[in-house]
């Protein structure tokens, strides 16, 4: 068997180095488009729904929120299980699927049944999903830095600026936030002017509630055209709350919330911070990969994305990068590379010293490369990846 074999590769010599020069071609063409990871993903296909309820102890959560969502998540098509964790003021209730189930198949299904479930959880709770991501997805983080701009001002940056534009990039899933200040305004109440006005703190809410708002009035007609109505009273400063009227006292006298209350901008409360190189506090931002998406493309589009944003940053503002999982890949690939080199020049000399025909030898260890993007082809065919 053996000698027909080689008899038929001597005879037709011209179509087994077509045939080996096809394999190269899509071999390397294979090679090219595989998805590069620094680390393997051995995370299991799941979905997870996050429920915030502020104010609420793990034992509250866990049967308020976690055990109505994890009810009503049991009997999924093709589910492993279903199990959650319970914090203090956060829920996380995590479906896991059988690993070819497409992953926008089982959200779809995750996210009809939580929908069905709202109505058992206590009132203002709204669930969500989780990003469509795996702990492994954490492909680029950067520090937002200034030493002009405080650690708010930096937040609205992130938030409005930043944020939503790298979150149009294809692959990514979701950026997230560490450290800043959350903007607010703060109003500050005063008992004793409160307690001379007769009114309460829920009056002073509701009156800040109902007069913040835009409303549509129709419309009016004249000579042919048509004008649109609207009632605009959105508040969008701090001097726009004050000016609220809260009630009115003798014949018409309106107490205004300056009257009874300090309004001014503030930051929300917070549990932690970031810092850097012991020089104080910091912003830092996470872009988090989609789920089997190709890492290495997407840093290389978050670098290009960050470039243009540069003309968009106030001046004084940086993105400092500090961790790049595209880095990490080309080490480890230049690693493999190199030892595959190594091994196969330690293979070329073992078959020499047994052969003696350099020839001979070289066609042996051809096998070793052709080998490899055989394996390429069929990794690209069956959606492996390269980690």
């Known amino acids: 068997m053996i000698e027909k074999l080689l008899h038929a590769a001597l005879r037709y010599r011209v179509a087994v180095i077509a045939a080996a020069l096809l394999l190269v071609v899509a071999g390397g063409w294979a090679f090219a488009h595989l998805n590069f990871d620094a680390f393997p993903d051995l995370t299991p296909n799941q979905v997870q729904v996050i429920t915030v ?34 914090k203090a003021g956060i829920s996380v209730v995590t479906v896991s699927y059988d690993d ?83 903007q607010q305004f703060h109003v500050r109440a005063d008992p004793n002017k409160l307690a001379g006005y007769d009114l309460s703190l829920r009056d002073l809410e509701t009156a800040i509630a109902e007069n913040n708002g835009n409303f549509g009035a129709g419309y009016i007609e004249d000579r042919g055209e048509r004008f649109t109505v609207r009632g605009v009273g959105r508040l969008l400063t701090a001097a726009e709350i004050g000016d609220v009227v809260v009630a009115t006292r003798d014949g018409g006298t309106p107490i205004h919330v300056h009257d009874i209350a300090e309004v001014v901008i503030g930051p929300m409360p917070r549990e932690g911070a970031v810092s850097r190189d012991a020089k104080g506090e910091t912003l830092s931002g996470m872009i988090v990969m989609l789920k089997g998406s190709n890492g290495k493309e997407v840093v290389s589009r978050v670098q290009e994305r960050l470039a243009e944003l540069k003309p968009l940053l106030p001046k004084g503002v940086t993105i400092r990068p500090f961790y790049n999982q595209g880095e990490v890949v080309d080490r480890t690939t230049a690693t493999v590379f190199r030892n595959l080199l190594e091994g196969g020049l330690l293979v070329v000399l073992i078959l020499f010293l047994f052969l003696r025909d350099i020839r001979a030898s070289l066609i042996t260890a051809s096998v070793i490369p052709l080998s490899l993007l055989f394996a390429f082809l069929l990794m690209r065919q069956f959606g492996s990846r390269q980690t």
């Open 53 to 86: 309820a502020p104010g609420l102890s793990p034992t509250e959560v866990e049967n308020l929120v976690s055990y109505p969502m994890e009810t009503a998540m049991m009997g999924l098509p093709r589910t492993q299980g279903v199990r959650s964790i319970s």
């Open 100 to 182: 070819d189930v497409d992953m926008y198949f089982a959200r779809a299904q995750v996210q009809q049944r939580m929908q069905d479930a709202v109505s058992s959880l206590p009132a203002g709770y709204q669930p969500a999903l989780g990003p469509p991501a795996t702990p492994m997805g954490e492909v680029f983080q950067y520090l937002i830095e200034s030493d002009t701009h405080s650690l708010m001002e930096l937040k609205n940056i992130q938030e409005y600026t930043i944020k939503p534009i790298l979150r149009t990039i294809p692959g990514v899933a979701d950026v997230n936030s560490w450290g800043g200040m959350v």
